[in-house]
């Protein structure tokens, strides 16, 4: 198992999958072809989970890890008593929307001072590590196969293949080597025929293909590079022949060390894919949004039927329901946190508050990109309609406990949402539609909101109805524009959650029993809506500071997992959307707030 934490990991993709690379050099979690297929390195949850290892021979005295500029390219120094040597890694992306795209992991080590051995270990483990890659020595490299496996290793060192295929080597200043492993379908042969000059240029095009990328972004503001650092993370975790958007890269990471939430997220959450497709819209990339609305749209035309509502809480990136959530019993956990989950059990949940995340991401692209066709305004009134028959009942919210269904207030407000924008996007653009009964709905829900969502003795907006919980989801209220951010209800409620929520900028999602054993860290999603509700509240010094104080619980590349724990360790699946388009969104409007 690595032995390495969370938080220094790196992460590098091509737009269909991704994989994490330690700062000691290893790669320990990749999944082939795509982000939800079985992984083939997963030492991040078990040492015989395969791994690809690249280090120096000698002691190291000091490792670092950073990206080359405004780009998706890694590179991990190794300092040594003998010198210094880089590995760059990175998966070529050289165009947008490649129909020749192949997926490759190339790893190119160049010796920058002094002379310095190296060694290398490529242990390929099939499906989680429930199957064996047989390595076969190939003029050139290594061909690995298994089931619904077929890899290619090319390399410019000789390579033993006598147990684990392995490589020893010698770096003076000035020299590289490569080493490139190709994807490719089960039962094929892989490219071996390795070119030193063609790895160049697949190095010089993929930097060229993220600068060009960011070049269109339209912030400019004081955080640039931190701002920029989740564009491309976010941009790293798209799907781009669906155009979905996944929740994260990983799967099986804990929220708490030895506890049991370890889900797997390498799926579509509608909600985070909402939110990511406003942060996008917000940065300039219409692109990915009308890929993403694309994708989004086909959801809207089947919908399904059953208790849960036209919409799934969260989809395959093909759309397709995710796979039933069941352990990998054989695997430990990272830091023997079982079980390791696959699939996820929340597909199916009643999460009624998706409605209005959806809705109004579709507004905004319908306001700011290049609009919605009448047949996506149908189906989404064939989806309000459902809302309306359905906004007022018992659901499992957004956060997605396993401890039964409540009348939640985030559920509420945005099933308000909902039907506000539909409202909107009817009256701006002249779009026929049940004006009348959509108003009568979001005003009931408005009045039942303020009435039973309120506790007056509190002074808070509260969970669930009839209940003293405090949830940082209603961080969001005059965000989504419900209620100006100097509604007094609304302050008072800020700092009910400053006081029993925030430890310094840190903030909780909730302090109540769900269902599931243990406790968790704070949530840095939830910590970036504290900075924005501070803004927008008016208090600029205090969420300036939270903001800058929230950067320093980056890892060393400005990268997020899910949650931070008691000793700022980076906890759950990583990095995560979620906190990338929150810290987006929270940069962008304290930025114009402090102008």
Not at 96 to 121: K, S, Y
Request: charged share 25%.
């Amino acid at each position: 198992m690595s032995d390495l934490p969370i938080a220094e990991h790196g992460l590098i993709g091509d737009l269909r999958s991704a994989a994490l690379v330690g700062t000691d050099g290893t790669i320990d979690w990749f999944c082939p072809r795509r982000f939800d297929a079985p992984s083939v390195f997963a030492a991040l949850l078990d040492g015989g989970g395969g791994h690809w290892t690249m280090a120096p021979t000698c002691e190291v005295a000091a490792r670092s890890q950073f990206y080359f500029p405004d780009s998706a390219v890694l590179v991990t120094r190794f300092l040594t008593e003998h010198g210094i040597v880089e590995v760059q890694d990175f998966m070529p992306v050289l165009r947008r929307d490649d129909p020749d795209h192949h997926q490759r992991l190339v790893r190119r080590v160049v010796g920058v001072r002094g002379t310095v051995g190296m060694r290398t270990e490529i242990a390929p483990r099939p499906d989680y590590a429930r199957s064996d890659a047989i390595a076969k020595a190939v003029p050139g490299g290594v061909w690995f196969s298994g089931d619904d496996l077929a890899l290619g290793l090319g390399a410019t060192v000789g390579i033993d293949v006598s147990g684990d295929v392995t490589a020893g080597f010698v770096l003076d200043e000035g020299a590289s080597e490569i080493f490139v492993l190709d994807v490719a379908d089960a039962g094929a042969e892989p490219p071996v025929d390795l070119r030193p000059t063609e790895v160049d240029a697949l190095f010089d095009a993929t930097v060229v293909f993220w600068r060009g990328w960011l070049a269109t972004s339209s912030y400019t503001g004081r955080w640039r590079e931190v701002v920029h650092r989740s564009a491309i993370t976010l941009k790293l975790l798209t799907h781009e022949p669906s155009g979905a958007v996944v929740a994260a890269p990983t799967m099986g990471l804990p929220e708490q060390l030895g506890g049991e939430r370890n889900w797997d997220y390498r799926y579509v959450w509608l909600r985070d894919a909402a939110f990511s497709l406003y942060a996008l819209l917000r940065l300039g990339f219409t692109a990915e949004a009308e890929a993403f609305v694309g994708w989004l749209t086909d959801r809207f035309a089947a919908p399904r039927d059953g208790e849960s509502g036209p919409l799934r809480v969260m989809y395959t990136i093909d759309g397709e329901p995710p796979p039933d959530e069941g352990p990998l019993a054989h695997l430990a956990g990272y830091r023997d946190s079982a079980p390791v989950l696959v699939g996820n059990g929340a597909g199916d949940q009643l999460q009624l508050d998706v409605y209005g995340e959806i809705i109004d991401s579709v507004y905004l692209f319908d306001k700011y990109g290049s609009g919605i066709s009448h047949g996506d305004w149908e189906n989404l009134c064939v989806v309000i309609d459902w809302l309306r028959e359905h906004w007022d009942q018992p659901d499992e919210g957004i956060w997605e406990t396993r401890g039964g269904r409540g009348d939640h207030v985030y559920s509420r407000l945005m099933c308000w949402v909902a039907l506000e924008r539909m409202i909107r996007m009817a009256r701006r653009r002249g779009l026929p539609g049940d004006l009348t009964g959509w108003t009568t709905t979001r005003d009931e829900i408005y009045r039942q909101i303020m009435d039973k969502g309120w506790d007056a003795e509190r002074g808070a907006f509260v969970q669930r109805y009839g209940s003293t919980t405090l949830d940082a989801s209603l961080l969001l209220m005059p965000m989504v524009k419900f209620v100006a951010p100097t509604e007094p209800r609304f302050l008072s409620t800020l700092d009910a959650i400053r006081n029993e929520l925030v430890v310094d900028t840190l903030v909780f999602r909730y302090d109540a029993a769900d269902g599931l054993d243990g406790d968790e860290g704070t949530f840095s999603m939830c910590s970036f809506w504290y900075v924005e509700a501070l803004t927008r509240a008016g208090r600029l010094d205090d969420a300036r500071v939270a903001l800058e104080k929230m950067f320093t619980y980056a890892n060393h590349l400005g990268l997020y997992a899910e949650e931070i724990g008691l000793t700022g360790d980076q906890l759950g699946n990583f990095p995560q959307a979620f906190t990338h388009l929150s810290l987006v969104s929270a940069a962008i409007n304290l930025d114009r707030a402090l102008r």
